[in-house]
């Protein structure tokens, strides 16, 4: 018998390798702003942002570019947008991406983000996120993961896609999607993540026909 699994319903999502360069002029970058005060204060971000955590910041534009950063993001998003729509943008602009230093007992709670496209990813993880109090067997641990949610759960479509964070892991998904990340316990080290929000052309994204 021959069989062929379609997956075609839900949200469509992107990981991608951020590259090695890339990764490290980011963390030596966000080194040099945890030193700088003064800097520090200019770009925080906190209280505009759902998270629960030590320190958030706007990474800068100029920087961003300079890098490389905004190249990757827009690299990604338009091959994902070709394959998924066979439609080429011509538009790409990052509205915001900023900085997330999460320590233990810190968390994000249930949230969305705004434009189109959006995306999560990790610059430094802890060797161990923690585990349960108590036993629990083969139960899986979630402390400090990233879990996408979207609809409710039911038979054959699960509502969760749970992330385990490895370092250089980023995740592209529609701005719409809900995410959280629970608190991590067991360690002082830190578990850095990077975000970004951006638009694409409003012809593609428009799927209710308006263009």
Same mark, same amino acid.
């Given at each position: ?8 319903? =839900? ?36 209280? %505009? ?37 066979? %439609? %080429? ?78 370092? =250089? ?43």
């Amino acid at each position: 018998m021959e069989a062929k699994f379609i997956k075609t319903f =839900g949200p469509s999502i992107v990981k991608a390798k951020i590259p090695e360069k890339l990764l490290n002029d980011l963390n030596e970058y966000v080194d040099k702003i945890i030193e700088d005060k003064e800097k520090a204060k200019k770009l925080d971000l906190g209280p %505009k942002l759902a998270g629960d955590v030590t320190q958030e910041f706007q990474l800068e534009g100029e920087f961003a570019k300079k890098i490389g950063w905004l190249g990757f993001l827009a690299n990604v998003t338009s091959q994902w947008i070709k394959f998924e729509t066979g %439609k %080429k943008i011509t538009e790409f602009n990052v509205t915001s991406s900023w900085i997330v230093r999460q320590f233990k007992n810190e968390y994000n709670p249930i949230h969305w983000h705004s434009g189109h496209i959006s995306g999560a990813g990790f610059l430094k993880v802890p060797k161990t996120l923690g585990s349960h109090l108590q036993d629990k067997g083969d139960k899986k641990y979630s402390g400090g993961n990233l879990n996408l949610i979207h609809g409710s759960n039911m038979f054959l479509s699960r509502s969760m896609y749970e992330i385990k964070p490895e370092v =250089g892991d980023f995740y592209f998904f529609p701005h719409y999607v809900m995410h959280t990340v629970y608190p991590f316990k067991g360690t002082e080290e830190e578990r850095r993540s990077i975000s970004f929000n951006a638009t694409i052309d409003e012809r593609i994204y428009d799927v209710y026909g308006k263009y």
